[in-house]
Each structure stands twice: as C-alpha cells, then as structure tokens.
C-alpha cells in the first residue's frame, strides 16, 4: 500500500520538475523579450533627443558629454560598482562561477536593471556605446531570478537558464534568433555538447519570436540583398579580414586593463580619480564629435545605414574618428556595450578598398563590419551570422565568414587573449581578492 502511495508522488514530483524547467525557460525567454523591446525603443529615444538637441546646439555635446560621463562614472562608483562595462563579461563570469552566491552577486536583476538606465543615460550623453551587451545581462538576469524562483539550483540547470537568457537577449536586440544561438554556443559558453540544449534553443527562439510578433518582419540594417564577389572583388575578403584583425586587435589593446605600459598608468589613473577621469573622455569624445561633424556620437546607425544604402553621409575620417570615440567611450568606465559602434567601424572600412577594381560599396560595409565584429571579439562566427541576418544578404555566407576568421587570427596576434573572457577572468579574481581576508 505504501509503495502504492509513493509512486503517484513520485510521478507528480517527476512531472512538476520537467515542467518547472520548461516554464522557467519558456516564460523567462517571453519576459527576455519584452523588456528587451522596451529598453530599445528608450535607448533610441534618448539618444534621439541628443541628436536633436545637437542638431540646433553643435557645440552642446562640449558641456552635457563630460558632465553627463561624470554623472554616470559616479553613481557607477557610488551605488553601482557591478554595473560598469558591457555586461557580457559579467555573464561569462557566471556561467564558469562554481559558487551561486557569485551568480546571485552578479545577476542581481537591481545590478542589471541599473545597467540598463545607466546605459540608456550614456545615450542621452552622447556616449559611443551601444546597448546589446547591457541587454545579454538583463536577459540572463531575468531568466536566473525567473529559474531560481521556481527552485531550479542544479549547476546544469541554472548554466543553460544564463546561457538561454544571455542568448535570448542578442535575438530580441537585434531580431536575430539564429545569431543569438551561434552567440551562445560561441561566445557565452564553449561547451555545446554539455551546456547546450532543446530548453535553452527553445527559449532563444522564443525570444526572437517576441520581437517577431510584436514589430513585424524587419531587417535592422534595411533589405540590403549584397551580392556574392567576383572577379578583382574576391581580394577584398582577405584584405578585410587583415584590416579588420588589425583594428580588432589593436582596439582589445587599448580598453583591456592592464597593470603595464602606459595603458596601466591610465587604468591607475582611472583607478585612483574615476569621475574626473570619466569627465575628460567625456571632453576628449565631444572634441572628437566636432570634429567628425557630429557624427561619432551613440551607436554609429545611422551613419552606417546611409553608408549601406549608397548614400554616405561621412568623409573617409570617420573611421579614424567612431574608433577613437568607441576606445574613449570605453575607457571612461561608463555602462554600455560596443556591438553596434563595432558595426559603425567596420562597415566604415570599406572606402578604404574602393581602388579594387568593381568594387561594390555596400558588401565591402558588410565585410567590413563581420571582420572586424570578429577581430574584437574573436568570434568570427557569431560575427558573420549578426550580419547577415541584420541586411539579409545570405549570399555572402561564405565570404564573411572567411573575412571573420582571418580577422580572428590576425586579431589573435596582437591580443592574444579574448576581450570578454579576459574581462571576465578579471572580475573574478577581483570578487575572489575581496573575500580573502
């Protein structure tokens, strides 16, 4: 009789935890979504109202740029010390944690959500930032809380709820569900045969699916349709992905802390004075701002879409200019990820080979921005599938990923470690240095 009773339990016990799992991934997914949709209709809202007020006020971005990166580094400072960088650091540094009172310290969903107002204030500000790593952090935060509610504490359980959340946040970003699939498996975790699943592909989907349902079939970029290269074209490809390798590389040199060198008297510098230190990027980036035309504030979307259709609306120095002011925007310590001012530099290299014969503009952007999206990132892949499935131009598959991985290798080259996992090493050293006594 007794085994009798035990049985029904056990089934009921059985049925509730698989169904508990699906609900934590399914509804944490649909929830990664919403909240990813809304903080991008505020973050472009508020860099729109920068943008606006520059346009009457050239000379604004001298006094509310500094003083609005001092704002920021100071209640960064202050009240938010985790929520500083891109928040990709942060969710690998969780998944590889083996402690859950370090995952709850760093996906604290107040750690997150001040991430994503800060993030929206760099905006505001005119910070060269763009909010896709803020948007990975809020997506695993929400999807962890979300699991751990439940009760779901298992060490496989709750690295596929990170990775699914994480993932889920790229898809809603930027309406690219199978980027943020080859996001997670490549960039967030590479272990797909033990950290990957049917749960955490469902969840990504679903993300994606939100944005889907809600905004309609749209391509970030636009219908771009670039062609596959031929001919003289072809040499544009390595070329690429030398050029992107080089600026990758050399862009993971200047913003990876480092205790040597020049760069480490500045990181100690920064240590030692944060909000004056933020202040003068501040000034530094506005300078560099009027002397672009205004044109490296925010995300660079614009400028890259006009450069996509043909139409440009900057000199060749705007490459010179957006990758300064994406390493000073970096630098200054403030919260903000740097997916879309990468793509800015990238599809800013193509004027650069215009000399090849029957080159074509817009799929030298688009080679532009996979190499060096792979040279900063040393993932070459998770670079080339985030552009096409921005401009739906799946021709050039096999160009851009050839373009990426060059542009890995030679990024490798000058950097040798990758800039999220680096970063990522960092701060857990530094949550490990503060618990020893």
């Given at each position: 009789?007794?085994?009798?009773?035990?049985?029904?339990?056990?089934?009921?016990?059985?049925?509730?935890?698989?169904?508990?799992?699906?609900?934590?991934?399914?509804?944490?997914?649909?929830?990664?979504?919403?909240?990813?949709?809304?903080?991008?209709?505020?973050?472009?809202?508020?860099?729109?109202?920068?943008?606006?007020?520059?346009?009457?006020?050239?000379?604004?971005p001298?006094?509310?740029?500094?003083?609005?990166?001092?704002?920021?580094?100071?209640?960064?400072?202050?009240?938010?010390?985790?929520?500083?960088?891109?928040?990709?650091p942060?969710?690998?540094?969780?998944?590889?944690?083996?402690?859950?009172?370090?995952?709850?310290?760093?996906?604290?969903?107040?750690?997150?959500?001040?991430?994503?107002?800060?993030?929206?204030?760099a905006?505001?500000?005119?910070?060269?930032?763009?909010?896709?790593?803020?948007?990975?952090?809020?997506?695993?935060?929400?999807?962890?809380a979300f699991?751990?509610?439940?009760?779901?504490?298992?060490?496989?359980?709750?690295?596929?709820?990170?990775?699914?959340?994480?993932?889920?946040?790229?898809?809603?970003?930027?309406?690219?569900?199978?980027?943020?699939?080859?996001?997670?498996?490549?960039?967030?975790?590479?272990?797909?045969?033990?950290?990957?699943?049917?749960?955490?592909?469902?969840?990504?989907?679903?993300?994606?699916?939100?944005?889907?349902?809600?905004?309609?079939?749209?391509?970030?970029?636009?219908?771009?349709?670039?062609?596959?290269?031929?001919?003289?074209?072809?040499?544009?490809?390595?070329?690429?992905?030398?050029?992107?390798?080089?600026?990758?590389?050399l862009?993971?040199?200047?913003?990876?802390?480092?205790?040597?060198?020049?760069?480490?008297?500045?990181c100690a510098?920064?240590?030692?004075?944060?909000?004056?230190?933020?202040?003068?990027?501040?000034?530094?980036?506005?300078?560099?701002?009027?002397?672009s035309?205004?044109?490296?504030?925010?995300?660079?979307y614009?400028?890259?879409?006009?450069?996509?259709?043909?139409?440009?609306?900057?000199?060749?120095?705007?490459?010179?200019?957006?990758?300064?002011?994406?390493?000073?925007?970096?630098?200054?310590?403030?919260?903000?990820?740097?997916?879309?001012?990468?793509?800015?530099?990238?599809?800013?290299?193509?004027?650069l080979?215009?000399?090849?014969?029957?080159?074509?503009?817009?799929?030298?952007?688009?080679?532009?921005?996979?190499?060096?999206?792979?040279?900063?990132?040393?993932?070459?892949?998770?670079?080339?599938?985030?552009?096409?499935e921005?401009?739906?131009?799946?021709?050039l598959?096999?160009?851009?990923?050839?373009?990426?991985?060059?542009?890995?290798?030679?990024?490798?080259?000058?950097?040798?470690v990758?800039?999220?996992?680096?970063?990522?090493?960092?701060?857990?050293?530094?949550?490990?240095?503060?618990?020893?006594?």
């Amino acid at each position: 009789m007794g085994s009798n009773q035990r049985r029904p339990s056990r089934f009921v016990y059985g049925w509730w935890r698989t169904w508990r799992q699906r609900i934590a991934f399914w509804v944490g997914a649909l929830l990664v979504g919403l909240v990813a949709l809304a903080f991008t209709w505020i973050a472009d809202h508020a860099y729109a109202i920068f943008d606006a007020a520059t346009g009457r006020h050239p000379w604004l971005p001298l006094v509310v740029t500094p003083t609005g990166f001092a704002l920021l580094a100071w209640l960064s400072h202050r009240w938010f010390a985790q929520a500083r960088g891109s928040g990709i650091p942060q969710v690998i540094a969780a998944l590889e944690s083996p402690t859950r009172r370090f995952r709850r310290q760093v996906l604290a969903l107040p750690v997150a959500i001040a991430r994503m107002t800060l993030t929206t204030g760099a905006l505001l500000v005119g910070g060269s930032v763009g909010r896709e790593g803020p948007t990975v952090h809020i997506g695993a935060s929400i999807i962890h809380a979300f699991g751990t509610r439940l009760g779901l504490h298992g060490r496989r359980t709750v690295s596929g709820l990170i990775l699914a959340g994480g993932a889920a946040g790229i898809a809603a970003a930027f309406n690219t569900p199978l980027a943020g699939i080859v996001f997670a498996i490549e960039e967030l975790s590479r272990t797909f045969e033990q950290r990957f699943s049917g749960l955490v592909l469902t969840a990504v989907v679903i993300g994606g699916m939100v944005t889907l349902g809600l905004m309609g079939h749209y391509s970030y970029f636009g219908e771009i349709g670039a062609l596959l290269p031929h001919g003289w074209q072809w040499a544009s490809v390595p070329a690429f992905g030398v050029l992107g390798g080089l600026l990758g590389g050399l862009y993971v040199k200047l913003v990876l802390p480092s205790d040597r060198g020049w760069i480490g008297k500045l990181c100690a510098i920064r240590g030692r004075w944060p909000i004056t230190f933020a202040a003068t990027c501040g000034l530094l980036l506005a300078i560099i701002g009027l002397l672009s035309g205004n044109h490296v504030f925010g995300t660079g979307y614009a400028e890259t879409r006009a450069l996509l259709e043909g139409h440009p609306v900057t000199g060749d120095s705007f490459l010179f200019f957006k990758f300064l002011a994406n390493v000073v925007s970096y630098l200054a310590g403030i919260p903000g990820g740097l997916f879309s001012p990468s793509l800015s530099v990238g599809a800013a290299l193509s004027p650069l080979l215009s000399f090849i014969p029957e080159f074509d503009t817009q799929t030298g952007a688009l080679l532009g921005m996979g190499a060096y999206l792979g040279g900063v990132t040393r993932s070459p892949l998770t670079g080339s599938v985030i552009v096409l499935e921005l401009s739906h131009s799946p021709d050039l598959a096999i160009p851009l990923l050839a373009a990426g991985l060059i542009a890995s290798t030679v990024s490798g080259w000058i950097a040798p470690v990758s800039l999220y996992h680096a970063l990522a090493q960092q701060l857990s050293r530094k949550v490990e240095d503060a618990r020893a006594p």
